[in-house]
């Protein structure tokens, strides 16, 4: 995949650093169309807690407590990319994600899309997340523990 605005398939916007940004539903379905791995860069704890994608590659970029790189990080993405498939990044917020994406598109990875709000979204007025926007907002499948 392309960084180049003109030629970025449907769906993704162009962003700086990473291939690009894509919204949950887009996500969702390039995963459902088997065209991309789904991977999920939250904490081991967050997924616990918050919930899960089913069938996501649970991948954590950063771990709790202190929240150190993971040391088997790009190893995983590395296994994960050799199925030829664009590897789609879901943290919490998004933010996460756009710095996974920013380090793999440094180490080498060209396909590397980050999904739009993450997996709860945007703070609302009152500070809660999953009302505003994101996976969850979107009522895309999740489940939790």
Known sequence: MTTSPSSLPTGVHAA???AGDISPATAWAWVQAGEAELVDVRSDA???WVG???GAHALAWKQWPGMALNPAFDAGVQAL???GK???LLCRSGQRTI???NALEAAGFTDVVNVLHGFEGDLDAKFHRSSVNGWRFDG???EQM
């Open 46 to 48: 967050e997924r616990a």
């Open 52 to 54: 899960f994608v089913p």
């Open 81 to 83: 990319g050799a199925s």
């Open 99 to 101: 710095d996974a994406g």
């Open 86 to 88: 664009k590897l789609v």
């Open 140 to 142: 895309l499948p999740w």
């Open 16 to 18: 700086a650093g990473y």
